[in-house]
């Protein structure tokens, strides 16, 4: 899976959009916003990026902080919030949240979800398939690819219900509580609107 990270404008369609909101998610979790993607939250419209305002508020938000912070600033944030050698501040893998360890049971069971999807992990990547990143790009992937015995909405729902709803609003909040948080406490508030908006939608289709 590949990611081509983009904003969302109001002209694309709903599907569309949700898609390049996990991709916009994928790239700001995985690392700190590359300088052209930081320059795009800088001048983007202060709408809500898909339909619905719930996620207006959140999105301004986000851009205000784009608009407010130097990229520089912002890296030196992401790596004082997830990197760094030893324990981080905020753990972005949800077996931490899911189990209280890293590599537990819970990874195990998305790697299995994961083969049966046809998805193997990119060996580029560093990161176990619990990264929140990476959970963002398989769901991009699911409402995005091609074929559709696997890029449908009970996929899609099915992956969201067993591996993301479950911990991402406990990494919104510890990212927000976090008091060395900024640009990423806008980040979360984003993530956590919208994972509530997208919890709806699938509640609708029970």
Known sequence: MTLQASLVSSDLDEETA?????GLLFALYYAPP???LFEKLKVAVTQAPAAGALLEASWGELVGAARRLSQEAVAREYDALFGGVGRPEVYLF???YLSGFLNEKPLAALRTDL???GLTRDETMAETEDHIAYLCEVMRYLIAGD????ANLTRQSEFFAHHLQPWAGALCDAIAACPKADFYRSVAGFTQAFIHVEAQGFDMLA
């Open 34 to 36: 590359s300088a052209e």
């Open 18 to 22: 949700r898609a390049e909101i996990y």
């Open 115 to 117: 083969e049966s999807l």
């Open 147 to 150: 074929d559709v015995e696997v």
């Open 94 to 96: 949800g077996s931490h």
